[in-house]
């Protein structure tokens, strides 16, 4: 005797979209699905106390988690991109820019200054995932190569903390030519023998990986953050390979021998402390 | 004061850079060249053009980097192996000679029938690919010989392997390698120039630039893909990139476009050869008489320019009727 069917497809269909994808709520873990305030989240590095997810940090609020209180002297926050291509895809970039900078508070996708960091002097540049994706264009490009031009002449080391979807397409091949841009700014740097330590965070990917981030002298990152050239989904779509559970991500890196260490949030700070002192050599 | 030939050019380039177009001019070297490129700036090309320029830069027959050295070099001797893991058969090395020197040659290589292009990738490389051509560059420094680079691919390959064995740290560091080298080197882009996989080996002194090649950050279906959800809006992808040789010489990112024959390169091959020829033979004698330091310096500085932006403080006021 056949069961019974139960039609469910009304219920179904009144279930709220947002419910079957991934567009939860930005405080709700992925990880564990546990939900918290804003303050507690940022009360804890916003690292998920249940089970050790890494929710992304935006540019400013990380520069207060590293760096020691009211040493931050913020450089070049007057820059602000072009639209030198004229780019137009469904809305102009221009509107882009000033919804990101509207919505960010920032000029652009990276921000740099001297900082001390545990007593350490350094020059930092971290970058933002909310202002466009994290992209790189001009703006960026030019932050970073200031940011080593100010570590070679404070001879200090550089840290750069960076969360990036790649070049930014709407400046074209200009964006491409930040790659080289960056890439010839740490082979100053290296001229100057300041160290550069890179911090890769969620998600550290194409044009940003292929350039500067990958050139830190010490090269660490993030518990699970995914850090490939090219992304998972790409990667599927093009080659139609199965690909391992751990894609990309940082232990997967670890693994093949393209970073130093994996550092928790929670030790990022005294873990950049004690490299700056050792890249200081007792000066 | 400037003679009558000379500030014809000046005065007709400070006309064309008041076009909103032209706002990222970089255009530098002596009047003749100044001269041919205001030449090729004056027309803009059309959408249909930038779109043709796409589809003859994947031209099916078009030569590719092996057809040029064939041509234009001697006693070839191609060099094999990463000297760690593989041999990557989507890039090619070597040392060959050229014009009474010994260069080096790195060029992105695809395949014209269907066993060759497996075999080569589809002109794909994997970090193993480039760190070949990372051990030919420390070759070239070594023995003082200059570097002539082809540019010819879809892209970095993007399967696993590539991923798992390190793919943007190789692309970081072969562009790395070049800033560091203070032998000439010169990037001919003779097909496809897309995104990182161009870049590793486009770190140069001179990018000559083949009137249909292609030079973009990302291929105009991937563009398409991200930023309009549709990979069929590829041409609005291409027009809106401007990956053509005439932007690319107004932007500032090649230094000269190398004429084609007409109809393009793959009709006829030879003389596409020679054309090319000729200018890399010019622009190599122009590096060859810059000391290697000065060459590096001048290096580290053409791409510190690279990029367009403002200051804020110096942001003209918005003009009324705008």
């Given at each position: 005797?056949?069961?019974?069917?139960?039609?469910?497809?009304?219920?179904?269909?009144?279930l709220?979209?947002?419910?079957?994808?991934?567009?939860?709520?930005?405080?709700?873990?992925?990880?564990?699905?546990?939900?918290?305030?804003?303050?507690?989240?940022?009360?804890?590095?916003?690292?998920?106390?249940?089970?050790?997810?890494?929710?992304?940090?935006?540019?400013?609020?990380?520069?207060?988690?590293?760096?020691?209180?009211?040493?931050?002297?913020?450089?070049?926050?007057?820059?602000?991109?072009?639209?030198?291509?004229?780019?137009?895809?469904l809305?102009?970039?221009?509107?882009?820019?000033?919804?990101?900078?509207?919505?960010t508070?920032?000029?652009?996708?990276?921000?740099?200054?001297?900082?001390?960091?545990?007593?350490?002097?350094?020059?930092?540049?971290?970058?933002?995932?909310?202002?466009?994706?994290?992209?790189?264009?001009?703006?960026?490009?030019?932050?970073?190569?200031?940011?080593?031009?100010?570590?070679?002449?404070?001879?200090?080391?550089?840290?750069?903390?960076?969360?990036?979807?790649?070049?930014?397409?709407?400046?074209?091949?200009?964006?491409?030519?930040?790659?080289?841009k960056?890439?010839?700014?740490?082979?100053?740097?290296?001229?100057?023998?300041?160290?550069?330590?890179?911090?890769?965070?969620?998600?550290?990917?194409?044009?940003?990986?292929?350039?500067f981030?990958?050139?830190?002298?010490?090269?660490?990152?993030?518990?699970?953050?995914?850090?490939?050239?090219?992304?998972?989904?790409?990667?599927?779509?093009?080659?139609?390979?199965?690909?391992?559970?751990?894609?990309?991500?940082?232990?997967s890196?670890?693994?093949?021998?393209?970073?130093?260490?994996?550092?928790?949030?929670?030790?990022?700070?005294?873990?950049?402390?004690?490299?700056?002192?050792?890249?200081?050599?007792?000066? | 004061?400037?003679?009558?030939?000379?500030?014809?050019?000046?005065?007709?380039?400070?006309?064309?850079?008041?076009?909103?177009?032209?706002?990222?001019?970089?255009?530098?070297?002596d009047?003749?060249?100044?001269?041919?490129?205001?030449?090729?700036?004056?027309?803009?090309?059309?959408?249909?053009?930038?779109?043709?320029?796409?589809?003859?830069?994947?031209?099916?027959?078009?030569?590719?980097?092996?057809?040029?050295?064939?041509?234009?070099?001697?006693?070839?001797?191609?060099?094999?192996?990463?000297?760690?893991?593989?041999?990557?058969?989507?890039?090619?090395?070597?040392?060959?000679?050229?014009?009474?020197?010994?260069?080096?040659?790195?060029?992105?290589?695809?395949?014209?029938?269907?066993?060759?292009?497996?075999?080569?990738?589809?002109?794909?490389?994997?970090?193993?690919?480039?760190?070949?051509?990372?051990?030919?560059?420390?070759?070239?420094?070594?023995?003082?010989?200059?570097?002539?680079?082809?540019?010819?691919?879809?892209?970095?390959?993007?399967?696993?392997?590539?991923?798992?064995?390190?793919?943007?740290?190789?692309?970081?560091?072969?562009?790395?390698?070049?800033?560091?080298?203070t032998?000439?080197?010169?990037?001919?882009?003779?097909?496809?120039?897309?995104?990182?996989?161009?870049?590793?080996?486009?770190?140069?002194?001179?990018?000559?630039?083949?009137?249909?090649a292609?030079?973009?950050?990302?291929?105009?279906?991937?563009?398409a893909?991200?930023?309009?959800?549709?990979?069929?809006?590829?041409?609005?992808?291409?027009?809106?990139?401007?990956?053509?040789?005439?932007?690319?010489?107004?932007?500032?990112?090649?230094?000269?476009?190398?004429?084609?024959?007409?109809?393009?390169?793959?009709?006829?091959?030879?003389?596409?050869?020679?054309?090319?020829?000729?200018?890399?033979?010019?622009?190599?004698?122009?590096?060859?008489a810059?000391?290697?330091?000065?060459?590096?310096?001048?290096?580290?500085?053409?791409?510190?320019?690279?990029?367009?932006?403002?200051?804020?403080?110096?942001e003209?006021?918005?003009?009324?009727?705008?």
């Open positions: 005797m056949a069961e019974p069917r139960i039609d469910v497809s009304i219920e179904h269909k009144n709220p979209e947002s419910s079957n994808d991934d567009k939860k709520h930005p405080n709700t873990c992925p990880g564990c699905g546990s939900h918290y305030r804003d303050d507690e989240l940022a009360g804890n590095l916003r690292v998920c106390p249940q089970c050790g997810h890494h929710f992304p940090v935006r540019g400013r609020e990380r520069i207060e988690q590293l760096t020691d209180k009211g040493t931050f002297e913020e450089e070049a926050s007057d820059l602000r991109s072009e639209d030198p291509l004229g780019f137009f895809d809305r102009p970039y221009t509107e882009r820019i000033a919804e990101a900078e509207i919505s508070g920032l000029g652009d996708a990276m921000v740099i200054g001297r900082a001390v960091i545990e007593k350490q002097p350094c020059e930092l540049a971290v970058m933002d995932f909310s202002f466009m994706g994290g992209s790189m264009g001009s703006v960026v490009g030019e932050k970073l190569s200031r940011a080593a031009e100010s570590a070679i002449e404070g001879k200090v080391p550089l840290v750069t903390v960076t969360a990036s979807g790649g070049a930014r397409m709407q400046e074209g091949i200009l964006s491409l030519m930040q790659l080289p960056t890439v010839c700014a740490v082979e100053d740097l290296r001229d100057a023998r300041c160290g550069f330590i890179s911090v890769m965070t969620h998600p550290t990917t194409a044009g940003v990986l292929a350039s981030a990958s050139l830190g002298d010490v090269i660490v990152a993030e518990p699970g953050a995914l850090l490939a050239f090219t992304g998972p989904r790409v990667v599927q779509q093009t080659t139609r390979e199965k690909l391992p559970d751990d894609f990309g991500q940082a232990e890196n670890l693994r093949f021998g393209h970073i130093d260490a994996i550092v928790p949030r929670g030790e990022l700070r005294p873990f950049l402390g004690r490299s700056l002192r050792l890249f200081r050599n007792g000066q | 004061m400037a003679s009558e030939d000379e500030r014809h050019p000046r005065e007709r380039m400070s006309r064309l850079r008041g076009l909103p177009l032209l706002r990222g001019t970089r255009l530098t070297g009047l003749e060249k100044l001269r041919k490129q205001l030449d090729r700036i004056e027309t803009e090309p059309s959408d249909e053009e930038i779109w043709r320029s796409v589809e003859l830069a994947r031209h099916s027959q078009r030569p590719y980097s092996l057809d040029y050295v064939e041509r234009l070099f001697d006693d070839f001797l191609e060099l094999h192996g990463d000297r760690a893991r593989a041999e990557d058969p989507a890039l090619v090395t070597g040392l060959a000679r050229f014009q009474g020197r010994t260069i080096a040659v790195i060029g992105q290589q695809k395949g014209r029938e269907l066993n060759e292009r497996t075999k080569r990738n589809f002109g794909m490389a994997h970090p193993e690919g480039y760190r070949k051509g990372m051990r030919v560059m420390e070759i070239a420094q070594r023995h003082g010989f200059p570097l002539v680079t082809f540019l010819d691919s879809p892209g970095a390959y993007p399967g696993v392997a590539a991923e798992q064995h390190g793919q943007g740290g190789a692309i970081a560091r072969s562009q790395a390698l070049m800033a560091r080298l032998v000439p080197l010169v990037a001919c882009i003779i097909g496809e120039g897309n995104s990182g996989g161009a870049i590793a080996i486009g770190l140069v002194d001179r990018v000559l630039m083949q009137e249909n292609i030079y973009s950050v990302i291929s105009p279906e991937g563009c893909a991200i930023l309009w959800r549709d990979g069929a809006e590829k041409v609005k992808a291409a027009v809106a990139l401007k990956p053509d040789a005439v932007h690319c010489l107004e932007l500032g990112v090649i230094d000269e476009i190398v004429d084609e024959p007409k109809g393009g390169a793959h009709l006829n091959p030879d003389e596409a050869a020679r054309m090319l020829g000729n200018a890399l033979a010019k622009t190599l004698d122009e590096l060859l810059i000391p290697g330091d000065e060459l590096r310096e001048q290096r580290r500085a053409r791409y510190r320019r690279a990029g367009i932006f403002s200051a804020r403080s110096q003209p006021a918005l003009q009324p009727g705008h």
